[in-house]
Every structure is written in C-alpha cells, then in structure tokens.
C-alpha cells in the first residue's frame, strides 16, 4: 500500500528552526494556489512556467490542484502564522507518458520565501512519494540560468544527469 494518497502530512524543520508542514493538495486549494501565484516574481513565473504569465487559468487551477497521487502527487508546504498556516511552497511530479519510469518534477516556493530551506524539505518527501510509487527517475527541466534548481537537486547526493538544449536544462535525478 502507498503512503501518498489524499491524507498525506508530514512535519519537518527548517535550518532556522521553523515547522513546516507538509500535505497533499487539495481541491479546495485552487484560490490559495492562485493567490500564491501572485506573490511570484516575474523572474520566478519565468523560471517555472518559461514565460511570463499574468495568471492562472482556470483549466491550470483544476489540473494543478485536482491529482491522482498515482500518476501526479503534489504536495503543499505550510509555515504556521499564529493560529492558520499559510501555503509558501507546492512540489509535484507527474508520470511521464513517453518513459512510464520516469516522472517530471517541479518546485516552487513564494520568493519572500526562498532560500530558507523549503525548496530542500520539499525535494526530499517527492523523492520518498516517488520511491513509493516505483518512479525511478525524477525529471526536472529548467531554463539554464536557474541556478538554484540545479544546485537544489545536486545537493541531493543522488546520481544526476544533465543535458543542455537550446538554452533548457534537462536534470534527471537517478532515485
């Protein structure tokens, strides 16, 4: 039986002593998706979706917040703010229909936030989802000047292979 499914938690520190908490995501997670979205640099929208975007569309919202956790898992990473906890960071993989092996991966974290371990704490608990799920291979495609995605996933210790094309870099984590 796999431990990712709807119900999923988890709780990690951060370096700064800081809980964050993380769960599955959730349908009812599409106006908080979307309020994260605007709290995006447009450096950050680049980096994640490859061009600038003013919004989400509804279609996306469903897609992104509405998973399976068999062939897509995502996962929200909370900070508590006194009595709620606000979302500061989403991670998921989807199964990739060409390498039923191997599944795309992405993180993104606000930008007030990054830098402080979350993106970290995140990778971790999708490479443990993966693992459980059989996927081998964690794919992360990026725009070469994101930097941080790629020193994010080599500091993972696990093998990584990267391939550049046309200014994308193609980061395959060997789980």
């Known amino acids: 039986m796999s431990m990712i499914n709807a119900a999923y ?3 990690a520190a951060l370096p700064d ?21 605007f709290k995006l640099s447009k450096t950050s929208v680049r980096d994640r979706f490859f061009s600038v975007k003013l919004d989400l569309t509804p279609e996306e919202l469903t897609y992104f917040t509405e998973v399976d ?5 995502a996962l929200v990473a909370e900070l ?3 009595l709620e906890r606000l979302p500061v960071a ?11 092996d191997h599944s795309e991966m992405a993180i993104t974290v606000i930008d007030a936030m990054q830098g402080k371990g979350i993106g970290r704490v995140l990778i971790d608990h999708l490479i443990e989802c993966a693992r459980d799920l059989g996927v ?3 794919d992360a495609t990026v725009l070469a000047q994101n930097t941080r995605m790629s020193r994010l996933l080599n500091r993972t210790g696990l093998p990584i292979e990267s391939k550049l094309e046309d ?6 984590l060997a789980l």
């Open 167 to 172: 200014g994308v870099r193609t980061l395959t």
């Open 136 to 138: 081998r291979h964690l």
């Open 90 to 100: 989403v991670g998921r993989f989807v199964a990739r229909q060409d390498q039923p």
């Open 17 to 37: 002593g800081q809980l964050l908490h993380l769960r599955a995501i959730r349908p009812d997670d599409r106006e908080r998706l979307r309020e994260g979205f």
């Open 9 to 11: 938690q988890a709780t």
């Open 80 to 82: 508590q703010d006194g």
């Open 69 to 73: 956790f068999l062939r897509h898992v």
